[in-house]
Every structure is written in C-alpha cells, then in structure tokens.
C-alpha cells in the first residue's frame, strides 16, 4: 500500500517516526481537514461511522469545501445492518451525492496528493 491507516488511529512519535517515507501519507482518527501544509504522517479523517456519521461526513465536506481544503472520510463497512463503525449504502450513497452537489471531487487520498 502507498498510504497507510495507524491501528485504532494510535499514533506515536515512535510510529510516525519509523513510518515517515515508507508511505505517501499516514492517517489518524482525529476529525479535521486537509490543508497545504498538514502534516502528512497525522492526517485527520472523518469516520463515517455511529448515528450521527453521516451528517457529521457532511458538515467536514461543507467545511473543506468553504474553507477550499480536502476531507479524508472513511469507515469500516457498507451494508444494510452496518457495525457500529460502519454505514448503509443509503447512507454513502447520500453523502456522495451531497459532496457532489457542493461541487467536491471525489479521490482517493493517493490521487490528491499526486
């Protein structure tokens, strides 16, 4: 892989050490977007996940896209009966078409950092 998720986002000085230039980019669990200048061994990211998920994905797209940054979402499973750390395809499917709507292209995080 040439981006990299930390386990449970635990992030050290020791991991982000022996990490930093094995991959494009290291992510975390903490939520904020993306700017020229974030630090690309602790990248913040919005989990698409619990029952405010999908509305808290959406306002992170409404911030960076005012704000003309980027947003990392993610979560860990799409399904009808979603984990607790996951989403429906309903769900997905809206906040797609949310991001489209404001006018957000839609990457993965290795395209953007290309």
Same mark, same amino acid.
């Given at each position: ?19 930093? @230039? ?9 939520? @904020? ?82």
């Amino acid at each position: 892989p040439r981006h990299f998720a930390y386990p449970y986002g635990e992030v050290s000085p020791q991991a982000k050490k022996a990490l930093k @230039g094995r991959y494009g980019s290291l992510r975390a669990v903490h939520s @904020g977007i993306v700017r020229d200048g974030s630090d690309l061994n602790q990248l913040p990211a919005v989990g698409i996940e619990g029952p405010d998920g999908e509305a808290e994905a959406m306002r992170w797209i409404d911030r960076a896209v005012d704000q003309a940054a980027w947003v990392i979402l993610y979560t860990h499973d799409v399904r009808e009966n979603p984990s607790k750390y996951g989403c429906t395809p309903a769900a997905l499917a809206r906040i797609v078409a949310h991001a489209q709507a404001r006018g957000a292209a839609i990457r993965t995080v290795g395209e953007v950092l290309a």
